[in-house]
C-alpha cells in the first residue's frame, strides 16, 4: 500500500536553496497541495469493499451471478495524488468479473463501435459440467439437462440475468450490484459509522458515504474483465462522455497505471516530489482544455525518462517546468504517446498484452493533428499559463 506519509509537512524542511524553498511553500500552499486523508480514505474504502464481496459471495454463492474478485484501487485517490480538494476526491475501485460455474467468457472485438481498437464484447457461454474435476456439486449441466429439468431444480443462468443476447451487461451487472449494496449495508459494520446513498449512475456503482459530522466519502465501483494475465482490463465505466451500448466494453489500462504509481513510489527516494508535481500541474492547467489524463501521461513518460533520484522534493520546481515543457513540445508537434503502446521503457513489472507491445504508439494528441484551429487555440490557452 501507497504511504502518504511521504507527503507530509516535514518536506517543507527538507535543506535546499532558501529562496527555491520559500517558492515550493508558497506554491503548496496556494495550490492546496497537501492531502493528507487520502490514505485514510482509500483504508476505509477497501475496508468497504472488501466486507461488501463476502456478503456478496455468501449470499449469492449457489446462484450463477458473475463472480467477483478482489476490488483494485485505481486513479488519482488510489495512486496518492487526487487533483481535486478533499470534499470532491472519488475513490474508484474495478472489481474484476469471472465467469460462474458453467460458463465461460469469450472476448469478442466490437467492430460497431466508433472504437474498435479499444471497444470489445464479452460473449458468454455455456460450458459443459458432467464431467472434471470436481464434478458439478449436484449441478446441473446447462447444457446436457432438459430445460424442465432446469427450471426445475436449478437458478437461471448468467445468460438469463445480467446479459442482453449472448453479451455481458454492464447496466444489468450495474442494477444487479446497486440493488445488493441497498439491501446488504444495514448488516455491514460500516453502517454504524456512516449513513450511505447509492448515487445514480447506469454503468458502474457510485456510492456516497456520509459522517454524523455531515462530511461524506465517494466511492465508485467498477466492473471489469481481464485480459488474458495482463494488468489491462476492459471496463463498464467509459471514461468518454459519450456512452457507447451497454453491451461494448471499453479497454483501460487504469489498474496498470496504479500498478506503475505503486513501483515507483518503491524505487523513488522518500520524500518524492512526483505525486506534488502532478497536483501541482492540475493546478496550473485548470481551464486550459488539456485533460488530466494527458498530464498524467506525461508525468509516466518522465518517470521512465528522469532517474527517480532526481525526483526529490528540492527539484519539484525544475521538475514542474520539466512537464509544462514535455506537454508544450507535444502540443507544438500534435503527439503525445499512450504510454501503454509500444513503450520501449515500460517497467518489467507491468504485464501487457502481447498486442500492446509490438502496436504503433497510439496519440492522445490525435484530434489536434486532425484540426489545425483546435491545435492553434490549445497552443494559446497553454501559453497564457
Same mark, same amino acid.
Given at each position: 500500500?501507497?504511504?502518504?506519509?511521504?507527503?507530509?509537512?516535514?518536506?517543507?524542511? %527538507?535543506?535546499?536553496?532558501?529562496?527555491?524553498?520559500?517558492?515550493?511553500?508558497? @506554491?503548496?500552499?496556494?495550490? =492546496?497541495?497537501?492531502?493528507?486523508?487520502?490514505?485514510?480514505?482509500?483504508?476505509?474504502?477497501?475496508?468497504?469493499?472488501?466486507?461488501?464481496?463476502?456478503?456478496?459471495?455468501?449470499?449469492?454463492?449457489?446462484?450463477?451471478? +458473475?463472480?467477483?474478485?478482489?476490488?483494485?484501487?485505481?486513479?488519482?485517490?488510489?495512486?496518492?495524488?487526487?487533483?481535486?480538494?478533499?470534499?470532491?476526491?472519488?475513490?474508484?475501485?474495478?472489481?474484476?468479473?469471472?465467469?460462474?460455474?458453467?460458463?465461460?467468457?469469450?472476448?469478442?472485438?466490437?467492430?460497431?463501435?466508433?472504437?474498435?481498437?479499444?471497444?470489445?464484447?464479452?460473449?458468454? %457461454?455455456?460450458?459443459?459440467?458432467?464431467?472434471?474435476?470436481?464434478?458439478? =456439486?449436484?449441478?446441473?449441466?446447462?447444457?446436457?439437462?432438459?430445460?424442465?429439468?432446469?427450471?426445475?431444480?436449478?437458478?437461471?443462468?448468467?445468460?438469463?440475468?445480467?446479459?442482453?443476447?449472448?453479451?455481458?451487461?454492464?447496466?444489468?451487472?450495474?442494477?444487479?450490484?446497486?440493488?445488493?449494496?441497498?439491501?446488504?449495508?444495514?448488516?455491514?459494520?460500516?453502517?454504524?459509522?456512516?449513513?450511505?446513498?447509492?448515487?445514480?449512475?447506469?454503468?458502474?456503482?457510485?456510492?456516497?458515504?456520509?459522517?454524523?459530522?455531515?462530511?461524506?466519502?465517494?466511492?465508485?465501483?467498477?466492473?471489469?474483465?481481464? =485480459?488474458?494475465?495482463?494488468?489491462?482490463?476492459?471496463?463498464?465505466?467509459?471514461?468518454?462522455? &459519450?456512452?457507447?451500448?451497454?453491451?461494448?466494453?471499453?479497454?483501460?489500462?487504469?489498474?496498470? %497505471?496504479?500498478?506503475?504509481?505503486? &513501483?515507483?513510489?518503491?524505487?523513488?527516494?522518500?520524500?518524492?516530489?512526483?505525486?506534488?508535481?502532478?497536483?501541482?500541474?492540475?493546478?496550473?492547467?485548470?481551464?486550459?482544455?488539456?485533460?488530466?489524463?494527458?498530464?498524467?501521461?506525461?508525468?509516466?513518460?518522465?518517470?521512465?525518462?528522469?532517474?527517480?533520484?532526481?525526483?526529490?522534493?528540492?527539484?519539484?520546481?525544475?521538475?514542474?517546468?520539466?512537464?509544462?515543457?514535455?506537454?508544450?513540445?507535444?502540443?507544438?508537434?500534435?503527439?503525445?504517446?499512450? @504510454?501503454?503502446?509500444?513503450?520501449?521503457?515500460? +517497467?518489467?513489472?507491468?504485464?501487457?498484452? +502481447?498486442?500492446?507491445?509490438?502496436? &504503433?504508439?497510439?496519440?492522445?494528441?490525435?484530434?489536434?493533428?486532425?484540426?489545425?484551429?483546435? &491545435?492553434?487555440?490549445?497552443? =494559446?490557452? @497553454?501559453?497564457?499559463?
Amino acid at each position: 500500500e501507497m504511504d502518504n506519509n511521504r507527503d507530509s509537512e516535514s518536506e517543507e524542511s %527538507e535543506e535546499g536553496n532558501p529562496a527555491e524553498m520559500n517558492m515550493i511553500w508558497f @506554491f503548496s500552499r496556494r495550490f =492546496q497541495l497537501s492531502v493528507p486523508k487520502l490514505a485514510s480514505g482509500r483504508r476505509v474504502v477497501q475496508e468497504l469493499l472488501r466486507d461488501l464481496l463476502h456478503a456478496c459471495h455468501s449470499l449469492f454463492s449457489d446462484s450463477f451471478f +458473475p463472480v467477483l474478485e478482489t476490488a483494485i484501487g485505481v486513479g488519482s485517490a488510489c495512486e496518492g495524488w487526487s487533483p481535486h480538494k478533499e470534499e470532491d476526491v472519488v475513490y474508484c475501485m474495478f472489481v474484476p468479473l469471472r465467469p460462474p460455474r458453467g460458463h465461460a467468457f469469450h472476448l469478442e472485438p466490437d467492430t460497431a463501435a466508433e472504437m474498435p481498437q479499444a471497444s470489445t464484447r464479452i460473449r458468454v %457461454e455455456l460450458v459443459c459440467t458432467c464431467t472434471g474435476e470436481p464434478p458439478g =456439486q449436484n449441478m446441473l449441466c446447462f447444457l446436457h439437462h432438459s430445460g424442465e429439468e432446469l427450471k426445475r431444480n436449478q437458478v437461471a443462468s448468467l445468460l438469463h440475468t445480467v446479459c442482453t443476447g449472448p453479451y455481458l451487461d454492464g447496466e444489468k451487472i450495474a442494477l444487479w450490484f446497486q440493488t445488493f449494496v441497498i439491501s446488504a449495508w444495514p448488516a455491514l459494520p460500516q453502517s454504524r459509522h456512516y449513513s450511505m446513498k447509492v448515487l445514480p449512475s447506469c454503468r458502474s456503482c457510485k456510492m456516497e458515504l456520509m459522517k454524523p459530522s455531515g462530511r461524506s466519502l465517494f466511492v465508485e465501483t467498477v466492473f471489469s474483465v481481464q =485480459q488474458g494475465d495482463s494488468d489491462i482490463f476492459l471496463s463498464s465505466q467509459p471514461a468518454e462522455a &459519450q456512452l457507447p451500448a451497454s453491451t461494448t466494453w471499453l479497454q483501460s489500462s487504469a489498474v496498470a %497505471e496504479a500498478k506503475f504509481f505503486k &513501483q515507483v513510489a518503491r524505487q523513488a527516494p522518500a520524500h518524492s516530489c512526483h505525486l506534488k508535481c502532478l497536483r501541482l500541474c492540475a493546478r496550473l492547467l485548470e481551464g486550459s482544455g488539456l485533460s488530466i489524463y494527458a498530464l498524467k501521461t506525461a508525468v509516466m513518460h518522465l518517470l521512465t525518462l528522469i532517474p527517480l533520484s532526481e525526483w526529490q522534493h528540492r527539484y519539484l520546481l525544475v521538475r514542474v517546468d520539466d512537464i509544462m515543457c514535455y506537454l508544450r513540445c507535444c502540443l507544438e508537434e500534435k503527439r503525445l504517446k499512450h @504510454f501503454f503502446f509500444g513503450n520501449e521503457d515500460m +517497467p518489467e513489472e507491468i504485464s501487457l498484452p +502481447p498486442t500492446f507491445q509490438g502496436a &504503433q504508439p497510439l496519440n492522445l494528441f490525435q484530434h489536434l493533428a486532425q484540426d489545425p484551429a483546435a &491545435q492553434t487555440e490549445a497552443m =494559446q490557452k @497553454f501559453d497564457e499559463l
